[in-house]
């Protein structure tokens, strides 16, 4: 890995609080950075070899009506563009969304090679926001693309609109109904936080890695198929309601990951079931 210490740019969130333990573990040195703490790049990022840029602000339903929330997101990636520009060169690890910037691709599962096509402004942002990344190339700066699916697990907090099975453990232990947004038989690619880590911190390790990398399960999974895994898990039956689908939902979205497995030599190593077991005992032995 690059010297110097380790920039979590919006690290307070799920992700960044999992990869700060794992930074500890492996006793690198990092800083957690707020996206309302923009001051404190120019102070910190001299010190840091690596930055691993985490922070957003919004979810394709909480921008949807309001495209002008994507704009702080844009605003602190330029920011940090500007200041790594007169900084020594940092290895940059860009975290984008795999489950939005290509649409509904013709071909599943989709590889980075896809062309981008996003349904909704918060997709739209995070492939803007790759191609202005990208143009740090041109300051000497190894970038890094990470192109997440639905990361779920141990850890992860109650948000609305964000992160189906944290939303259906959290109705089953509360017995309270679901609303899903159209027939559930959407497809989504879902990882546990775990093999995200592990799959980071390989690519930090990585500080000259300039590619773009897709990194989920490579398998799909129906939102109805998740709610009976989830039941099963509970053994708790979950009220769920049914709403029109909304245009900024993608129908159908597996991710191809060889490109990641072949350069790194990871690979996920927590299925779904056992995924939901973790977060249903960790949500348990957390909210009694």
């Known amino acids: 890995m690059s010297a110097g210490a380790v920039m979590l740019l919006g690290g307070a969130g799920f992700v960044g609080r999992a990869l700060a333990v794992r930074l500890e573990q492996q006793g690198v040195s990092y800083y957690m950075v707020g996206r309302d703490n923009q001051e404190q790049l120019g102070t910190l990022l001299p010190q840091c070899g690596t930055v691993v840029h985490l922070a957003s602000s919004t979810t394709p339903g909480s921008s949807a009506t309001q495209p002008e929330l994507e704009l702080p997101n844009l ?18 690890i860009y975290f984008s969304s795999g489950g939005t910037v290509y649409g509904n691709p013709a071909h599943l ?11 909704s402004y918060h997709g739209a942002g995070k492939a803007a926001q790759e191609q202005l990344i990208l143009a740090a190339r041109a300051h000497g700066h190894a970038v890094t693309i990470v192109r997440p699916s639905n990361a779920y697990g141990a850890g992860q907090s109650l948000r609305g609109g964000f992160g189906l099975i944290r939303t259906l453990l959290e109705h089953a232990r509360l017995q309270s109904t679901l609303q899903i947004w159209g027939d559930g038989e959407h497809l989504r690619d879902y990882i546990y936080i775990d093999d995200v880590i592990e799959a980071t911190w390989r690519l930090i390790e990585r500080p000259g890695d300039n590619r773009t990398y897709n ?4 398998r799909g999974y129906s939102i109805r198929q998740v709610l009976a895994r989830v039941e099963e898990v509970c053994g708790l039956t979950i009220p769920a309601s049914y709403s029109a689908a909304r245009g900024v939902d993608v129908r159908h979205i597996v991710l191809d990951c060889t490109r990641l497995q072949a350069a790194t030599g990871w690979s996920p190593a927590v299925d779904l079931d056992e995924g939901i077991q973790r977060t249903w005992l960790w949500l348990r032995q957390n909210q009694a």
């Open 109 to 119: 599962p989709v590889s980075e090679d896809a062309s981008l096509s996003p349904l």
């Open 215 to 218: 990194l989920g399960s490579g």
């Open 75 to 92: 605003a602190l990636t330029l920011q940090l563009l500007k200041q790594l520009q007169s900084r020594p060169p940092a290895h940059l």
